[in-house]
């Protein structure tokens, strides 16, 4: 198995349940206060949503569908709109691959080198709108 298999099959097992978002945005907040911030207005609920389906994308998108989603994100996400600033995606990535620790049954550390590949793509065009 190619390695978006492995994280297309490894993400349906963490999203089997909502917890998987609920934690990955415990973790993201607790890695920053500025990051906690930014979040304070948010309904949360529905964000978790959003980034189930952003995730999804990122996987996508490295599978070879379109990007014009994450062209989209890359928008919203940049210096004149939300203001994310581009040091703060090291710690987006850290609190996913944690999440996915705790949640996938089957992480192993070659399940964590696979994820970070997949999702490199998909954050250096999301970041690299800023
Ligand atoms: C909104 C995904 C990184 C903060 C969103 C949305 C999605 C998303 C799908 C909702 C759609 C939209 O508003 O455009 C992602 C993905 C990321 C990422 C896939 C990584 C590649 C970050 C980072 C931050 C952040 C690093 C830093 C704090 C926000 C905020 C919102 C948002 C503040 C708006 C929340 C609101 O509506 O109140 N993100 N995001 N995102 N994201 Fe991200």
Redesign the pocket.
């Known amino acids: 198995m190619n390695n978006t298999d492995l994280v297309f099959q490894s993400y349906g097992r963490c999203c089997r349940k909502d917890e998987f978002f609920v934690d990955f945005y415990q973790f993201?907040m607790a890695s920053s206060d500025?990051?906690r911030n930014?979040?304070a207005?948010?309904?949360m609920a529905?964000?978790r949503h959003?980034?189930r389906?952003?995730?999804m994308?990122?996987i996508l998108v490295a599978r070879g569908m379109s990007d014009r989603k994450?062209k989209?994100?890359g928008h919203?996400?940049n210096r004149h709109n939300?203001n994310?600033?581009p040091e703060?995606?090291g710690?987006?990535?850290e609190s996913l691959l944690k999440t996915v620790q705790v949640h996938d049954p089957d992480y192993t550390p070659e399940l964590r080198q696979a994820w970070r590949e997949v999702?490199k793509p998909?954050?250096d065009l999301?970041?690299g709108a800023y």
């Open positions: 993201f500025a990051i930014r979040f207005d948010t309904d529905a964000q959003l980034l389906n952003g995730v994308q990122i994450l989209d994100l919203s996400h939300y994310i600033q703060w995606y710690l987006w990535e999702l998909g954050i999301i970041r």
